[in-house]
């Protein structure tokens, strides 16, 4: 069965520096890796994907995230944080076995906090 | 940018009583899911739905769960009779018809508390 693990259930950073928010996955298949963030009162809006291609992927607001087969993570990256990037961060994994639909599969999700 | 959007953001409802969650999903999307966040706990699927009918669904939703497209436009979640631990946020999402590399696009929420 796809499993999504997320170590830290907290990440503290100061403004300025490198950010790295973990993830490793468990799936038989080839992954489909997603990263949503959820600032407060909001709803999960997507950051970037990982389906196939170059194992760094860039998305929104500076993110990238590196894929690691051989590690099988998916580990979310910064080069500079901002304050206004503090919130809440969940890795996601797609299903397998289905072509056309597909569900996630959420990890428990890692709160950032960047200190000015 | 076309969201999704979900009403109500909080409903408070008393233990055995009906709810019914509102969803508009983005117009041209045709694949459309709930997910649910128990407070402190993991996002967990819930239900998919594409072309008037469920596609996949969970463990979780049992028979006081239902799910209805009454319009073409609204998508909705109806607990029937709703328990202690039906509190949760519940998401919506949908996705454009294509494939599997499509994300997933979720609305703001609803905050659902059973007392």
């Known amino acids: 069965a796809q499993s999504v693990a997320q170590p830290e259930d907290q990440v503290n950073v100061a403004e300025g520096n490198p950010l790295t928010v973990k993830c490793t996955y468990s799936?038989?298949?080839?992954?489909?890796l997603f990263w949503y963030v959820q600032y407060p009162n909001r709803g999960l809006q997507f950051l970037l994907k990982?389906?196939?291609?170059d194992n760094l992927v860039k998305g929104s607001y500076g993110f990238e995230a590196e894929f690691n087969k051989s590690q099988t993570s998916f580990h979310l990256k910064k080069p500079s944080a901002l304050v206004s990037d503090s919130a809440l961060y969940f890795c996601?994994?797609?299903?397998?076995?289905?072509?056309?639909?597909?569900?996630?599969?959420w990890g428990a999700g890692t709160k950032l906090i960047i200190k000015p | 940018e076309p969201e999704v959007t979900q009403t109500p953001s909080h409903q408070v409802t008393q233990m055995g009583q009906e709810v019914i969650l509102r969803c508009v999903p983005i117009?041209?999307?045709?694949?459309f899911y709930w997910y649910r966040q128990i407070l402190g706990q993991k996002v967990e699927f819930l239900v998919s739905?594409?072309?008037?009918?469920?596609?996949?669904k969970s463990e979780i939703f049992d028979d006081q769960f239902s799910v209805e497209r009454p319009d073409g436009s609204n998508f909705t979640l109806k607990i029937r009779s709703t328990k202690l631990e039906d509190s949760a946020m519940y998401f919506c999402?949908?996705?454009?018809?294509?494939?599997?590399?499509?994300?997933?696009?979720f609305g703001p929420g609803t905050r659902l508390t059973v007392t």
């Open positions: 117009s041209n999307h045709l694949y």
């Open positions: 739905f594409y072309n008037n009918e469920i596609s996949e």
């Open positions: 999402a949908s996705r454009p018809l294509g494939g599997v590399s499509y994300e997933q696009y």
């Open positions: 799936v038989s298949g080839n992954p489909y």
């Open positions: 990982y389906i196939t291609g």
């Open positions: 996601a994994v797609r299903t397998e076995g289905m072509d056309s639909n597909y569900q996630l599969i």
